[in-house]
């Protein structure tokens, strides 16, 4: 079982930058490949990135040379980082993760399961 624990949002206005993290309770993160999902009041969820065991990254068409996610595996723990901000990112950030082997190209498509989710962390941007 993993559990995980995301951290970092917050308020910021358009243009601004934040980053968030996501710990894991398992030593077996390494095997896990790790997503970032968002939801908005009233929308649907959906996929902003996600990275697989070997460290291929895939991104949102949305987010794409904006954000980055990154992991340590050292530290169990996945990172997104943010920068130029637009209102339209404000969402409940989630962190997920599974044991998986296939690229990250499949990772953000609404046909893989992800087993374990995050609380969330709110992100508002003004």
């Known amino acids: 079982h993993v559990q995980l624990v995301e951290s970092g949002g917050g308020s910021v206005q358009a243009g601004g930058s934040l980053s968030l993290s996501c710990t894991a309770s398992?030593?077996?993160?390494?095997?896990?490949?790790m997503g970032w999902f968002r939801q908005a009041p009233g929308k649907e969820r959906e996929g902003v990135a996600a990275i697989d065991t070997a460290g291929t990254t895939n991104y949102a068409e949305s987010v794409e040379g904006r954000f980055t996610i990154s992991k340590d595996n050292a530290k169990n723990t996945l990172y997104l980082q943010m920068n130029s901000l637009r209102p339209e990112d404000t969402a409940m950030y989630y962190c997920a993760a599974e044991f998986c082997l296939v690229h990250a190209r499949w990772l953000l498509l609404p046909s893989f399961d992800w087993g374990y989710w995050g609380r969330g962390t709110q992100v508002t941007v003004s």
């Open positions: 398992t030593s077996t993160y390494s095997g896990n490949c």
